[in-house]
């Protein structure tokens, strides 16, 4: 009995840890294309380039790791903004099928660029780079847990506080709120959605480099294909949780981490199976998303 | 303009029809009549809820609740095409069209849809001259068919207004609903539209939302005011002309803008 | 309103609308570049025949996206189901179980077609009630889901399937008993793979050019409209949703049996994403874009390889690069510049 309970609560925290990076990654996401009814296949890459960022600041150059989180968030926000003044903002009026071509377009190329960069290999995070108390395990007393999840659950928890706060009670989450809801009826009340979209853009591409920085540990590694490899399960989420929905995000990736931690878990393999066919069935019931607004 | 006498058979009747997102209420139990071969007019202020009705009607939005009637037969539950193929047939206020294909395509494909070959797909289109003829005769009757093959796009806005009711009549309506069929044409252009409309054939039940009062007035033998997703007042142009409440709401609002 | 004592005049538009679907000279083109190719690179003849095959799977892509403007990343689900259906038939194990016609390469083709298109009519009934993302994302899921089922289902089952991530080896039979098929110098399979193309692509042409065909264009060019005119838009979508999964499921049929395996390459995103990339380059909605995407797109990707090497990934560059700047400055695709083009030349001429 005690033994069922120990692995119960073991997978449920290592898959809310997958849940709250799955989450990180996603928010960003989902806002931007709430907010401009785009189709962004590219993102993962930001994600990518940000774990990059991290790992070569940590292993390369001794930096601190929650430091260079740090420095990964701006450094692709940054990014982000450039790309999305250059580049993204042509495609926003253009059907749907050419903005899905262009932002895969996007991810070969983010692809091919971090491979000029850093190569092929992939990258991990030694452990005596890390600091201190995210090494070794936590005694739960019937458990052990990794600290570095733990640590995860703990961020994505502060994360998900601080975007509910920014965004329920300060003056730019009404306004994105505004313009998620409806757009022209927000440019008609005067809010500049253009500079908005920017904001929000590059706050997203912000947070999915902290996620991909964050995720290292606990994908096993980086490698140039993460793009590729995740773009499915980013897209996943927002579309399950519903365009522009920060809570309906926050669900389904819980849903999501969950069931493919515990899928994995008791199936090793075949254990994938189990997301796709309740993203399926989810979206059957559901087409705008568990919590997107019908019609 | 055509003397028409309503026969007294309702050809389109909604009772009770109601329209609610979330707890905005778009349209509350409207009643209303539409007359066989009747010159109607529905006017109100922006945001009234015309266009919602037509919607409504048409089957482009799903009632909340109540009836539509289509000559007798109730469709509340029939979808937007098979409406269409009942007779009921809208234009948009805004033109929407197929704007990467040509004038005559356009016409097409309303054509071939009515005639019921739109689903044969192992003979070509050429094989059926007669579809391609009959396109070109509606573009003909509304002086359309130099444009024919231009694109929908190279047209001006008047003209692209003008193929909106073409499409329309391609349907052989029973039911015509315009939707403000003289938006947005420069006022030097809007004869051409007000034509065709005075034009049409004697037997269509014609449904008009306007903005243009001078048009109402012109064109309509009733009229109904729809005001807040609920109907003011129907009469005849002078009963409408001269009732205060549709006065102080309507024609009041009409001063400040 | 149907007046028949109208005289229709020859306008230049209704002649133009009548004699669309003939058949130009110029359209002989890529078959005789086909033939040529043949004779001309004896060498080359597998990535030929992949070629001709991958025609076919594009002309199924651009039969939705092209002309109906359905967005699928999931195509793959149906190619490579096709692809199944037909390996798992000539199987070499289940031979005497099949009454010994599973290798039978036309009762492989039919199966695939088949498969794909059954498994077209149930998940098209329920995905093609959905839009934007949300279809994108269960086209997907589709394909995610077979590709994981066609990796695992051997161990969750404990049988020997689909032999999970190394596929199956199989030999086909002769066509009809006559050809047989030539795995060293590809001659019979370059030939069955021309013969199906020809088969398919003339089914495809057969369609775009008819009533039903123009109703794809106008639901991918307004389907407001087209619910407006009285047009059945989900019966219709769902028609050719039909069509083109029965197409790809052919044309995986034909890709597994001209190699001699399967594996759940088939099945993938990449080849998913590679077959709308190709479509786009060529021109959607375009019938011959598909021969030129995918030409291009194979060349381009063997050249980029074999001159600059595989290690950095150049290709991933080039193929991006290409992708981005086909949207942004030639969003119709290389066929649209040389329609540009022509136009040009012809008002010069003029």
């Not at chain 3, 995905?127 to 269960?138: A, H």
């Not at chain 3, 990796?151 to 080896?169: A, E, M, R, S, V």
């Amino acid at each position: 009995m005690g033994e069922i309970l120990a692995n119960a609560t073991t997978i449920l925290l290592f898959g809310i840890a997958y849940a709250m990076l799955l989450f990180i990654i996603s928010v960003g996401l989902s806002i931007t294309m709430g907010l401009m009814g785009f189709v962004n296949l590219a993102h993962g890459s930001f994600a990518m380039v940000g774990g990059y960022v991290t790992v070569t600041l940590v292993s390369g150059e001794g930096v601190h790791f929650l430091l260079a989180l740090v420095i990964a968030f701006v450094v692709v926000a940054l990014l982000g903004v450039i790309l999305e003044k250059s580049l993204y903002r042509w495609i926003y009026r253009r059907p749907e099928l050419d903005q899905v071509l262009f932002t895969i377009g996007i991810v070969f190329m983010s692809v091919a660029a971090v491979t000029f960069v850093w190569d092929n290999n992939p990258r991990n995070i030694p452990t005596p780079d890390l600091p201190g108390f995210l090494t070794g395990n936590l005694d739960l007393g019937f458990t052990q847990f990794p600290a570095y999840r733990a640590f995860m659950i703990l961020a994505g928890g502060v994360i998900v506080a601080a975007l509910f706060y920014g965004l329920e009670r300060t003056r730019i989450g009404a306004q994105v709120r505004a313009a998620v809801d409806n757009r022209r009826m927000a440019e008609s009340c005067g809010i500049n959605t253009t500079m908005l979209f920017t904001l929000v853009f590059a706050l997203g591409s912000g947070m999915a480099a902290l996620g991909g920085g964050l995720g290292i540990q606990i994908l096993g590694g980086l490698k140039p294909t993460f793009a590729f490899d995740f773009l499915v399960i980013f897209l996943i989420v927002v579309a399950v949780g519903g365009l522009g929905n920060i809570r309906g995000t926050f669900f389904a990736a819980l849903l999501l981490g969950i069931i493919d931690y515990a899928g994995n878990y008791f199936l090793p393999s075949g254990g994938g199976f189990f997301i796709y066919g309740v993203t399926f069935i989810v979206l059957l019931l559901r087409p705008q998303g568990l919590f997107g607004k019908a019609g | 303009m055509n003397a028409v006498v309503d026969s007294g058979r309702p050809m389109l009747e909604t009772r009770g029809l109601r329209k609610n997102f979330g707890a905005l209420e778009v349209a509350r139990d409207v009643d209303f009549t539409l007359h066989a071969g009747a010159r109607h007019a529905l006017i109100g202020p922006n945001g009234a809820g015309k266009t919602t009705f037509v919607n409504l009607i048409t089957g482009a939005l799903d009632a909340s609740g109540g009836d539509v009637f289509l000559n007798g037969d109730r469709i509340t539950h029939v979808s937007e095409a098979g409406r269409v193929k009942r007779g009921l047939v809208r234009t948009f206020q805004i033109n929407t069209l197929f704007t990467g294909l040509t004038v005559l395509e356009n016409l097409y494909l309303a054509v071939s849809e009515h005639a019921g070959v739109a689903a044969r797909m192992l003979r070509p289109v050429g094989s059926r001259p007669k579809v391609v003829a009959e396109a070109m005769h509606l573009l003909e009757m509304l002086q359309l068919q130099d444009d024919a093959a231009r694109l929908i796009t190279e047209l001006p806005y008047g003209r692209q207004r003008l193929v909106e009711i073409a499409i329309a009549l391609a349907l052989e309506p029973r039911v015509l609903l315009l939707d403000e069929p003289a938006a947005g044409v420069p006022s030097a252009e809007s004869h051409i539209i007000l034509d065709a409309i005075s034009g049409l054939p004697e037997e269509i039940a014609v449904l008009i939302i306007e903005h243009d009062m001078d048009v109402v007035f012109r064109f309509a033998e009733k009229i109904t005011v729809l005001v807040s997703g609920a109907v003011l007042a129907t009469g005849t142009p002078d009963e409408i002309g001269s009732n205060a409440e549709v006065r102080s709401v309507y024609l009041g609002e009409g001063h400040h803008a | 309103m149907a007046d028949a004592n109208m005289t229709p005049q020859p306008s230049p538009a209704v002649q133009q609308l009548l004699r669309r679907h003939r058949f130009r000279v110029v359209e002989l083109l890529p078959w005789i570049a086909a033939i040529a190719v043949f004779y001309l690179f004896p060498g080359y003849r597998l990535l030929a025949t992949q070629v001709l095959v991958l025609i076919l799977f594009a002309l199924s892509v651009d039969l939705i996206v092209g002309y109906a403007g359905i967005v699928t990343l999931g195509h793959t689900a149906y190619f490579g189901t096709g692809a199944y259906a037909a390996a798992l038939l000539a199987r070499p194990e289940w031979q005497e179980t099949l009454w010994n016609v599973g290798a039978q390469p036309l009762v492989g083709i039919a199966a695939g077609t088949v498969a794909g298109a059954l498994l077209g009519l149930i998940s098209g009934w329920i995905i093609l009630r959905t839009r934007e993302l949300t279809l994108l994302m269960l086209t997907l899921a589709l394909t995610f889901l077979l590709h994981e089922l066609a990796k695992d289902i051997d161990g969750l089952t404990g049988t020997l399937i689909t032999g999970g991530f190394d596929g199956i080896n199989f030999t086909m039979n002769p066509i009809l008993g006559i050809f047989e098929f030539d795995p060293i110098f590809y001659s019979t399979n370059y030939w069955y793979a021309f013969a199906v193309l020809v088969v398919g692509f003339l089914i495809v042409r057969t369609i775009v050019n008819s009533p039903f065909g123009a109703t794809l264009v106008g639901i991918r060019e307004n389907v407001r409209r087209m619910h407006a005119v009285g047009s059945p838009v989900q019966r219709r979508m769902l028609m050719v949703y039909v069509i083109s999964c029965a197409i790809a499921g052919l044309a995986g049929a034909v890709w597994v049996q001209v190699q001699d395996n399967v594996t759940i390459a088939v099945y993938e995103f990449e080849l998913a994403g590679a077959i709308l990339i190709m479509v786009i380059l060529g021109g959607t909605g375009r019938l011959y874009g598909a021969f030129i995407g995918v030409l291009v797109y194979m060349i381009l990707e063997n050249l980029t390889e074999t001159v600059l090497g595989t290690d950095p990934p150049y290709w991933e560059l080039v193929v991006g690069g290409a992708l981005v700047l086909t949207v942004l400055f030639a969003p119709r695709g290389l066929l649209g510049i040389g329609e540009d083009v022509s136009t040009m030349l012809g008002r010069k001429r003029r």
